[in-house]
């Protein structure tokens, strides 16, 4: 898949999940139970035990039936690892040159952290095809809003700070799409393994996403 064929899909999925598994069997079990919830763009952080390697497995069982992507690169030599492994889109929490360059390099959807307005700007000039807000839990929704008003052409994804409740306050503001984290998968409920209950969040998120954009 291109890279404009990978950012249609993003757009019109318009909801990330990132995934920080404790471990590498758990994060399977994580992505099966969001799958079966009907997400379908899945993002593997670096924090998660043996990542590359999951993100591999992922691709193999999955195949097109998921947009893969890997996350919390923070160094070059990753962006090389995580392209081969079968991820689709690169996803940094933070403004690096040269891990700006590597992941660009790779031809892969690149999706660099940003927060201010100067390194929103920084973050798109270095090669990021999406900005990542982040922590959008910050500024909320009005944050973006405000933000988007100097720069309406700068794709941006929040992601920290989204939930179901507020995914139609995120899309007014003019998200690209959202990524959502713990409010998806909830510790508690992937350390007791309640995987039924990680698939109704997924439900109840992918139909927030579909209510928000109606």
């Known amino acids: 898949m291109d890279k404009t064929a990978t950012l249609q899909q993003l757009k019109e999925l318009g909801l ?19 799958v079966a919830g009907g997400v ?11 990542a590359a390697g999951v993100v591999r497995r992922l691709s193999e069982q ?37 891990l700006a360059g590597a992941m660009v390099a790779t031809g892969r959807v690149v999706m660099i952290g940003a927060l201010t307005p100067t390194e ?6 270095l090669g990021s095809d999406v900005v990542k807000l982040f922590p959008g839990s910050l500024g909320g929704p009005a944050y973006l809003k405000a933000i988007r008003g100097p720069f309406p052409d700068i794709p941006i994804m929040p992601t920290g700070g989204v939930e179901a409740g ?15 984290g713990s409010n998806l ?21 992918v139909a927030a996403v579909s209510a928000a954009r109606s």
């Open 16 to 34: 990330i999940a990132v995934i920080r598994g404790p471990s590498a069997d758990k994060t399977m079990e994580i992505v099966a139970a969001l």
């Open 40 to 50: 379908r763009a899945i993002e593997i952080t670096y924090s998660t035990p043996q």
């Open 62 to 98: 999955y195949g097109d039936e998921i947009l893969l992507g890997m996350g919390t690169l923070t160094c070059p030599e990753q962006a090389e690892e995580a392209a081969g492994a079968g991820a689709h889109y690169l996803v940094s929490p933070m403004i690096d040159e040269a």
């Open 120 to 125: 929103i700007v920084r973050a798109h000039r």
């Open 166 to 180: 507020n995914l139609a306050d995120w899309f007014a503001a003019g998200a690209f799409a959202v990524g959502a």
């Open 185 to 205: 998968c909830p510790k508690p409920l992937v350390q007791a393994g309640h995987w039924d209950e990680i698939t109704e969040l997924a439900r109840a998120f």
